[in-house]
């Protein structure tokens, strides 16, 4: 539609776009009624004016003569009645009954007068009247017209009818749309509602649905996207909220320190003895190591909260190869002992690799010295593997057991070592993200066992691993 002040497109809301076509179809499928009606009729009364025509007609070619004062004359012109009558001789004069009009003449008629056509009929538009001419004998012939006037002013009146019939079937089917447009398109309504309190005030609360129709199945995805949403958010406030409360303890013991040593410098201040100030060096270097790997993590974690899809095949046997390369570098004095079977899947080797390599460093940090880590990979024959990791350390207490996996949780043991907190959390997002799982449970020998289940098939085993030393193949 266009805006004739300043010329601009305005868009028609969909409301009235269906309103509009409620009444354009209506109209159209009336207007195509409307007109076979009125086309049906007036064939009907022409038919009807025109049988009745003939029939007068020839009740006037037989109908006998009568005797007036003067000669004889058409026993028609007697009842001429609503219909005007006359005689047409070949010369073209016509005889008509006294005090009426003369029937319309053409040059058609005198044909039949003169015996060249059998009948003339025709409508005379100029004064309204449909004229049958028959032969009457002896060079003449009779001329019967009936006015259409009746019959027009019948079908003028039915036009009215139906135009009138027309434009209120019209007009109830534009209320019908409105009402129809308003009640379809309130969950819409909601919707919008719903996207505009969204946008000003950040409320993800759901809309109400009803129904079961299209737009019922909208309006719970829309809430499932909403939940979805605001489940986001609060594992954003949580990771913020953990993050800070992580990152404040390091920061303040770090600025103690620094302070300390800063104090230590100014004139006039106790120095400090070569013992402490190596031992503030190496606990500052220990923060910075601890605040470098959180700080990791945390890009680690908010890079796995993030969906992604990821369509890469991925040889897991060599993904484990790189994670405990990765981990004998760090532990040279634990010993790894490995079984393997191949497997393969669609995911992100990266965050793979990342998610065995914290489940090996896990198991390094708790066991003792010359202790053993066993790393299996194994097929479950359900379309899934496992790899499992476990230690030879104290194991996880039962308490322990349900909380291992959230983010910053770290037991009672493990608040005195290095670590984040969310090395385990990154193993369960990476597991769900590839649509596995990962579990926690002791080992036989008494340690921690970890378990990262994923789908996917077998694959040829490009090299073997020897299970008895432990080593890996280069």
């Known amino acids: 539609m266009i805006d004739a002040a300043n010329g601009r497109l305005q868009r028609v809301s969909l409301r009235a776009r269906v309103t509009l076509l409620a009444a354009f179809c209506v109209a159209g499928a009336v207007a195509v009624v409307s ?46 009645g609503d219909i005007r009558i006359g005689v047409l001789d070949t010369s073209g004069q016509i005889y008509f009954p006294k005090g009426t009009s003369p029937p319309p003449t053409q040059p058609g008629d005198l044909d039949v007068a003169r015996g060249v056509a059998l009948e003339s009929f025709w409508t005379d538009v100029r004064s309204g009247f449909q004229v049958l001419t ?87 995805r829309f809430n499932a996207m909403l939940g979805a949403l605001a489940e986001s958010q609060e594992r954003q406030r949580r990771l913020v909220a953990d993050a800070g409360h992580e990152l404040r303890t390091p920061l303040t013991s770090m600025r103690t320190n620094l302070e300390l ?44 909260d993030a969906p992604q899809v990821v369509h890469e095949p991925v040889d897991l046997v060599e993904v484990v190869e790189r994670a405990l390369d990765r981990a004998k570098r760090r532990a040279s004095d634990v010993r790894f002992i490995v079984d393997v079977q191949p497997w393969s899947l669609l995911g992100d080797s990266s965050a793979l690799e990342r998610a065995v390599l914290n489940l090996l460093d ?23 593997a496992v790899v499992e990791v476990a230690d030879s350390g104290p194991g996880i207490a039962d308490d322990d057991l ?11 043991e493990a608040r005195t070592l290095p670590g984040s907190g969310l090395g385990l959390a990154i193993v369960k997002q990476v597991a769900e993200r590839h649509g596995g799982a990962a579990y926690a449970g002791r080992s036989p020998e008494g340690g921690a066992l970890f378990a990262l289940r994923l789908p996917g098939r077998p694959a040829p085993l490009a090299s073997a691993v020897n299970a008895s030393s432990g080593e890996a193949p280069r």
């Open 134 to 220: 028959l032969p009457y004998g002896d060079g003449q012939a009779m001329v019967v017209a009936q006015s259409t006037k009746p019959l027009n002013t019948t079908l003028g009146k039915l036009s009215v009818v139906l135009f009138v019939i027309s434009g209120m079937g019209v007009l109830v089917a534009a209320v019908a749309g409105t009402a129809v447009a308003r009640t379809g398109l309130r969950p819409v309504q909601r919707l919008t509602e719903a996207t505009e309190r969204v946008a000003l005030t950040g409320d993800l609360r759901p809309i109400p649905v009803s129904g079961d129709d299209e737009l019922a199945l909208l309006s719970q």
């Open 402 to 412: 349900p909380h291992v996996f959230e983010r910053f949780y770290r037991s009672q």
């Open 362 to 384: 896990n198991a390094v940090k708790f066991s003792p010295a010359s202790g053993v880590v066993r790393l299996g990979l194994r097929q479950l024959g359900d379309g899934s």
């Open 35 to 80: 007109l076979g009606a009125y086309m049906t009729v007036s064939r009907n009364l022409h038919d009807q004016l025109e049988s009745n025509l003939r029939q007068r007609a020839q009740a006037a070619v037989t109908a006998p003569k009568v005797n007036n004062d003067v000669s004889e004359i058409p026993g028609a012109f007697l009842a001429a």
């Open 261 to 304: 040593l800063l104090a230590s410098e100014r004139p006039g201040s106790p120095t400090l003895a070569d013992e402490d100030k190596a031992e503030i060096h190496a606990d500052v270097r220990a923060q910075l190591d601890e605040l470098t790997t959180l700080i990791g993590d945390l890009v680690e974690l908010a890079r796995e």
